[in-house]
């Protein structure tokens, strides 16, 4: 009867331990089929955005998956929204895990920039009008840390020597935590720029 008992508890806990440990295995996606995921673009939902050449693609399509609602309200929201006539400021998607801030500046000389990262948000940055110069470079081959990681404003900065891509108008660019970047440089001419970052929390 002990035998049976001391039997049959064992096969609950390794059933238990089985179905938990399922989700963080569902989290692994192989290169290959990220990319193939990727190169439908189905997740797009619509939005008339071209996606950059330097995202991430495992990493967007693990993230894709861990929070599907968060990044499915995003593409929609700039699908849903005329993102030529959109005015400036922020606007509320989902609370505090997704929403987004519409800019309409000048670009900025390099040596008015500078790196920065982030922990809890991945940055969807979307270049509306105008063109821009962005870096980026893996947080962990960053040449110094010149402020720690603050994280009431979720950012910290550094010196790199980056790898820089000029944003075109209808294109978008993601920086995931562990991805320093550089934004609002001037590809010449310091002219204005619409762009919408969207903050989406990011999964650990």
Same mark, same amino acid.
């Given at each position: 009867?002990?035998?049976?008992?001391?039997?049959?508890?064992?096969?609950?806990?390794?059933?238990?331990?089985? #179905?938990? &440990?399922?989700?963080?295995? !569902?989290?692994?996606?192989?290169?290959? /089929?990220?990319?193939?995921?990727?190169? *439908? =673009?189905?997740?797009?939902?619509?939005?008339?955005?071209?996606?950059?050449?330097?995202?991430?693609?495992?990493?967007?399509?693990?993230?894709?998956?861990?929070?599907?609602?968060?990044?499915?309200?995003?593409?929609?929201?700039?699908?849903?929204?005329?993102?030529?006539?959109?005015?400036?400021?922020?606007?509320?998607?989902?609370?505090?895990? #997704?929403? &987004?801030?519409?800019?309409? !500046?000048?670009?900025?000389?390099?040596? /008015?920039?500078?790196?920065?990262?982030? *922990? =809890?948000?991945?940055?969807?940055?979307?270049?509306?009008?105008?063109?821009?110069?962005?870096?980026?470079?893996?947080?962990?081959?960053?040449?110094?840390?010149?402020?720690?990681?603050?994280?009431?404003?979720?950012?910290?900065?550094?010196?790199?020597?980056?790898?820089?891509?000029?944003?075109?108008?209808?294109?978008?660019?993601?920086?995931?935590?562990?991805?320093?970047?550089?934004?609002?440089?001037?590809?010449?001419?310091? /002219?204005?720029?619409?762009?919408?970052?969207? =903050?989406?929390?990011?999964?650990?």
């Amino acid at each position: 009867m002990k035998k049976a008992m001391v039997l049959s508890f064992l096969l609950v806990l390794v059933s238990f331990l089985s #179905v938990n &440990a399922q989700p963080a295995a !569902d989290s692994t996606i192989s290169k290959s /089929k990220a990319a193939k995921w990727f190169k *439908k =673009k189905e997740w797009l939902n619509g939005a008339p955005l071209k996606p950059h050449k330097s995202i991430n693609q495992q990493e967007f399509a693990r993230q894709y998956r861990i929070n599907k609602t968060y990044w499915d309200k995003a593409f929609a929201w700039l699908k849903e929204n005329n993102l030529q006539t959109i005015a400036k400021g922020k606007y509320p998607i989902d609370g505090d895990n #997704v929403f &987004a801030s519409v800019t309409e !500046d000048p670009s900025k000389d390099f040596d /008015k920039t500078g790196w920065e990262s982030h *922990k =809890k948000y991945i940055d969807l940055q979307c270049v509306i009008t105008g063109d821009e110069k962005m870096g980026k470079w893996p947080v962990a081959e960053v040449t110094s840390v010149t402020k720690p990681y603050d994280e009431t404003k979720d950012v910290a900065n550094y010196t790199a020597p980056g790898k820089f891509y000029v944003i075109p108008a209808g294109t978008f660019i993601i920086f995931f935590p562990g991805e320093a970047h550089r934004p609002n440089i001037t590809p010449g001419g310091n /002219k204005v720029v619409k762009k919408i970052v969207i =903050k989406i929390r990011a999964a650990s």
